[in-house]
């Protein structure tokens, strides 16, 4: 069992020195209680909201970047993957307004913003183990390579993630190497096998998470998701992320073309 990273302080107004120092060394911190279980709630009702107009209209994509669909545990069509959910709910958009959102920009610096209408928005990952199911894990990969695919210069970018279901990291879930947002673009590139590769490894850490907790990791780091060792309903994991960006302003529209790293997606299963 991999090595659990001890959650932080929880985020307040400020980062305080030992969160900077903490991000600065792993290139990854976890938050304890960013939302209430009944902020969850009320999310995850705005999150169905989205996905019953995507089904009932059949849509393929947002800005281009592919809505990932499978089924649920009842057999129920659903969508696993979404994009920009943030542009089709006010409430979600709503959340990315809170404040201590504003505080973790310090981690990027100038010119950091929230991607709301950049890269995929914010996205939202909804796993699940049964037969139907198209998207149960993810493997090795850094977020900064998408970067290099879209045929750009590397630029600082974080994901912040916002859970929604508690996770024991004895049944799976999140999985990163710590200390990798300082190695070199060799490594970056050619570690492990981008998104092919699932096997764990010694150095891996994992994340103690309830539902609510928030999560920052920088682009740069290795992670993957290590498929739930149940099935069914315990093996349910939904996770928002959004991008913290800095660099030119690079808003998405329907227009957007579908970006070549997204070819990679039916590996991911
Ligand atoms: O689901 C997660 O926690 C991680 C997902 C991820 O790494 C990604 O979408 O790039
Ligand atoms: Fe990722």
């Not at 991000?23 to 995850?44: D, K, L, M, N, Q």
């Not at 290099?148 to 024991?168: A, E, R, W, Y």
């Not at 099935?231 to 970006?259: C, D, H, L, N, Q």
């Amino acid at each position: 069992m991999a090595r659990i990273i001890e959650a932080s302080s929880p985020l307040g107004s400020e980062l305080t020195e030992e969160q900077k120092r903490f991000f600065a060394e792993y290139g990854v911190i976890h938050f304890p209680g960013f939302i209430s279980r009944t902020t969850v709630a009320e999310i995850w009702r705005a999150v169905e909201k989205v996905q019953e107009q995507w089904i009932a209209e059949d849509r393929e994509k947002v800005n281009g970047v592919p809505i990932k669909y499978g089924n649920d545990v009842d057999g129920k069509r659903i969508v696993q993957r979404f994009a920009f959910a943030n542009q089709h709910s006010p409430v979600l958009a709503e959340l990315l307004k809170d404040p201590r959102l504003e505080v973790l920009l310090g981690l990027v610096g100038k010119g950091a913003r929230l991607g709301t209408n950049e890269k995929d928005g914010l996205v939202v990952n909804h796993y699940v183990n049964t037969d139907a199911s198209k998207f149960t894990q993810m493997g090795w990969h850094t977020d900064s390579v998408r970067d290099i695919f879209l045929g750009k210069k590397i630029l600082p970018m974080l994901n912040v993630g916002i859970h929604l279901d508690d996770q024991d990291p004895r049944n799976g879930g999140l999985r990163l190497l710590p200390g990798t947002h300082n190695q070199s673009l060799w490594n970056m590139l050619f570690r492990k096998k981008s998104f092919l590769d699932n096997e764990p490894d010694p150095a891996e850490v994992a994340f103690d998470i309830k539902a609510g907790d928030l999560t920052v990791h920088d682009g740069r780091c290795w992670h993957r998701v290590e498929r739930s060792h149940l099935t069914g309903e315990a093996s349910r994991r939904r996770v928002m992320y959004i991008p913290i960006i800095a660099g030119k302003y690079t808003p998405k529209s329907e227009k957007s073309p579908t970006p070549l790293y997204h070819r990679f997606q039916h590996l991911v299963k």
